[in-house]
């Protein structure tokens, strides 16, 4: 069903449901992983970054560090996968490397927002979800650690 899953992993909690789902999705499907994480570059950021120097290279390590563990994680599943960390908007930035890689399926997290901050800021996953040339899967499944692993070796005695 599906062969190429990219994941989008930020450290958050969600983005963890997002990283459970997509292993097991993953394992069922016998699909290529390719893990994503977006070292988020805004206006706001550039601004603050133009008054203080070394903001972005402090929030890229920060960034790589969880990339880090992500893969260790996976690696630690067993999964096989290649991980990338860009720069930019998310939410353009997990779209550009969908196409890029041919990904058929992309996996991310869902944050709830107040309503404020969505109408200030739209949804960023009807923005997926209109640029994408694939499946969009939004992890809200919240799996504890016991019923993930009872998951994953059910694979492994299957």
């Not at 203080?52 to 630690?76: F, H, P």
Request: with cysteine.
């Amino acid at each position: 069903m599906y062969k190429r899953i990219l994941l989008s992993y930020d450290g958050s909690i969600e983005s963890l449901r997002a990283l459970r789902e997509g292993t097991l999705l993953a394992r069922a499907c016998h699909a290529d992983v390719f893990l994503l994480s977006v070292v988020p570059v805004t206006a706001g950021t550039l601004i603050v970054e133009s008054g203080s120097s070394g903001l972005m290279a402090a929030q890229n390590q920060e960034y790589i560090a969880l990339l880090k563990r992500a893969t260790d994680k996976l690696k630690e599943l067993g999964i096989e996968h290649k991980a990338r960390l860009v720069e930019g908007e998310p939410t353009p930035a997990i779209a550009a490397v969908a196409k890029e890689i041919s990904a058929d399926l992309v996996i991310v997290g869902h944050r709830s927002k107040g309503l404020l901050s969505r109408w200030w800021s739209g949804s960023k996953h009807d923005y997926l979800s209109d640029y994408l040339n694939c499946s969009l899967l939004i992890a809200r499944n919240p799996l504890s650690d016991e019923e993930f692993d009872r998951a994953l070796k059910a694979f492994v005695s299957a």
